[in-house]
C-alpha cells in the first residue's frame, strides 16, 4: 500500500479561498472586512516571520490586517492597555499576541486579557472551557487545522482510536477535546507515559505535538494509520554548509511513512493549515458579533 502524503497547502490555499467568500459577505453586511489585529513585542526571527506570513494572508483572503510592532522592553502593563483598546475598537474583530513573549510580561495574563470573542488564537479560559464542554468556541488554529485534514483524509472519525503525543494547553488538549468530539477514543500521552511506544503503535490516528526533532519514528506507527505531524524543528544540516538548518517534525518521516496509511510532511504539512485556520476564526468572530449568516468553514 503506498503512503498517501497529505497536502496541507494544498488544503489551506483552499481554505482560504473559502474565507474570502463570507469575508466578502461580511464586509456586504456591515461595510467593511473583518478586520485582525496582530501584536508582535520584540525582534523574535521567527515570529517576525510568522506575523509577516499572518498579515500577507489575512490581505490576500481579503481581511483588513491590523498590526502593532512594540519594542522588547515593553512592560506588561503597557501591552494590557494596548488590549483593553482593541478589545474596546469595534473595528477590529480578531486579535493575536504573537508568543512566545519576552521574559518581562506573563503569557497568560495577557492571553487571558484578550475579549473571548476576539480571542482569534483561542487560547482564552472561556474558548477552552467551551470547548472542553461541547460548546461553540473560537478553536486553536493548529488543532483545528489537523482536525481539517484528517476529516478530509479519512471521512468520520467516529469510533477511531486517537492518540495525541503532547498535553499543551496550545495543541494537546484542545486537539484531545476536538478529537473527542468526533467521537474517536482519545489517549493523550506525553513523556512520563509508560510504554508510549506500545500505546501509539495501537492508533488509528497519531498526532504528534511533543516538541522533539524526529522522536516518533516507525515503531510507534500502526500500519495504515493517519499520522499527524504538528512538530517543527530546526536541526543542524552540515551536509548543506556550515551554520546551516533544515526544518523536520517530530516525527522521523521516512521510518514513520513507510507503515503509515497517510502523513503530513514538514514543511507542508500542518504549519499552512495554522493561518488559514486564523483567517477562519477571524471571520467567524466577525459574523458572530454583528450576527451575519455565514457557511460552515
Not at 466578502?24 to 520584540?42: D, F, T, Y
Not at 518581562?104 to 476576539?118: C, L, M, R, T, Y
Not at 493523550?188 to 510504554?195: E, L, M, P, Q
Amino acid at each position: 500500500m503506498e503512503t498517501k502524503i497529505i497536502d496541507g497547502k494544498a488544503f489551506s490555499e483552499k481554505l482560504v479561498e473559502a474565507v474570502a467568500v463570507e469575508a466578502s459577505k461580511i464586509k456586504a453586511a456591515i461595510g467593511r472586512p473583518p478586520a485582525l489585529a496582530v501584536v508582535l513585542v520584540g525582534e523574535n526571527s521567527a515570529s517576525k516571520v510568522y506575523v509577516r506570513n499572518k498579515i500577507e494572508r489575512t490581505e490576500a483572503a481579503g481581511m483588513r490586517s491590523i498590526e502593532h510592532k512594540l519594542d522588547v522592553n515593553t512592560d506588561q502593563a503597557t501591552l494590557l492597555a494596548l488590549i483593553e483598546e482593541m478589545n474596546n475598537d469595534d473595528a477590529v474583530d480578531g486579535i493575536l499576541v504573537q508568543l512566545p513573549l519576552p521574559d518581562q510580561i506573563d503569557e497568560d495574563a495577557v492571553i487571558n486579557a484578550v475579549a473571548p470573542e476576539k480571542d482569534v488564537d483561542g487560547f482564552h479560559v472561556v474558548n477552552a472551557g467551551l470547548l472542553a464542554t461541547g460548546q461553540d468556541s473560537l478553536v486553536p488554529c493548529t488543532p483545528y487545522g489537523c482536525l481539517l485534514l484528517l476529516r478530509d483524509q479519512l471521512g468520520s472519525l467516529s469510533g477511531l482510536n486517537a492518540v495525541v503525543v503532547g498535553r499543551s494547553n496550545i495543541v494537546g488538549k484542545p486537539m484531545a477535546q476536538l478529537l473527542l468530539k468526533e467521537s474517536c477514543t482519545v489517549t493523550i500521552a506525553h513523556s512520563r507515559t509508560k510504554d508510549l511506544k506500545e500505546v501509539c503503535a495501537r492508533a488509528d490516528i497519531l498526532v504528534a505535538a511533543v516538541g522533539r526533532a524526529e522522536m516518533i519514528d516507525g515503531d510507534y506507527v500502526k500500519q495504515g494509520a493517519t499520522v499527524i505531524d504538528v512538530g517543527i524543528n530546526r536541526v543542524a544540516a552540515p551536509e548543506r554548509g556550515e551554520g546551516k538548518f533544515r526544518l523536520t517534525g517530530d516525527v522521523d518521516y521516512d521510518s514513520a511513512a513507510a507503515k503509515a496509511g497517510a502523513i503530513t510532511p514538514v514543511p507542508g504539512g500542518v504549519g499552512p493549515m495554522t493561518i488559514a485556520c486564523l483567517l477562519r476564526n477571524t471571520a467567524v468572530a466577525a459574523a458572530r458579533r454583528f450576527n451575519v449568516e455565514i457557511a460552515d468553514i
